[in-house]
Each structure stands twice: as structure tokens, then as C-alpha cells.
């Protein structure tokens, strides 16, 4: 069994930061391409960044230049380290990951494994 456990959420305030953590196990330990993407009520899912196992990035218009993802192959662990928080960051975080190219799930934004999330509150 495998499973993606999210952790590091919370509240701050506008201006401040979060580092996300996620932690993938299992028969999911090493995929190709792992991700952060984030929805708000009433709001569609937004893809946050992605990185593949070579360390290659994309990151969503809203978010570059403030947050930066990484990934530590030997413990596979996720991170996204979120830096000038905003009120609209305000979201249900979270982790995911896909055997296939980060270019292929860009295009549907539909990956093959989720964690439960975590809440990131910015209040101004």
C-alpha cells in the first residue's frame, strides 16, 4: 500500500511563510513526477508546482517568485516552501504524485496519486 501524508500547514499572516512537507510511501515512493496543487471553497483546483526526479520545476504564474518546490529523492519527501503568503494562498493544500512526465499530467491536471491535504490560512 501506498500513501502521500502531508504536513506543515497552517495560519499566518500576509506576508509571512509556510514550508509544506509531504511524505510518500509505499509502492509510491519514488514516482516520476510529484506535485503541489491547491483548492479554495468555491474555487477550482489550481496546480501549484511540480518537480521530477531530475529536479526539473513548473510553477503556476500566481506563485513564482514566492514559493519554491523541492524534493529529497533518498527520503522521499516533497517540499513546497511558501515565502510573501497572501490572503489569496488561502487553500486546501495538496501533495501528488504520477509515474508519467510532469509535462503529461500538467495537460489534465488529474494525477494518479493525492494525499488528504492541509489547510494554509493567510489572513491580512
Known amino acids: 500500500q501506498g500513501q502521500l501524508v502531508e504536513s506543515g500547514g497552517g495560519s499566518v499572516q500576509a506576508g509571512g511563510s509556510l514550508r509544506l512537507s509531504c511524505a510518500a510511501s509505499?509502492?509510491?515512493?519514488?514516482?516520476?513526477?510529484m506535485g503541489w496543487f491547491r483548492q479554495a471553497p468555491g474555487k477550482e483546483r489550481e496546480g501549484v508546482a511540480s518537480?521530477?526526479?531530475?529536479?526539473?520545476?513548473n510553477y503556476a504564474d500566481s506563485v513564482k517568485g514566492r514559493f519554491t518546490i523541492s524534493r529529497d529523492n533518498a527520503k522521499n519527501t516533497l517540499y513546497l516552501q511558501m515565502n510573501s503568503l497572501q490572503p489569496e494562498d488561502t487553500a486546501m493544500y495538496y501533495c501528488?504524485?504520477?509515474?508519467?512526465?510532469?509535462?503529461?499530467?500538467?495537460?489534465?491536471?488529474?494525477?494518479?496519486?493525492r494525499g488528504q491535504g492541509t489547510q494554509v490560512t493567510v489572513s491580512s
Open positions: 509505499g509502492y509510491i515512493s519514488s514516482p516520476y513526477c
Open positions: 501528488a504524485a504520477d509515474f508519467r512526465s510532469c509535462s503529461t499530467v500538467a495537460t489534465t491536471l488529474e494525477w494518479a496519486y
Open positions: 518537480i521530477n526526479i531530475p529536479g526539473s520545476t
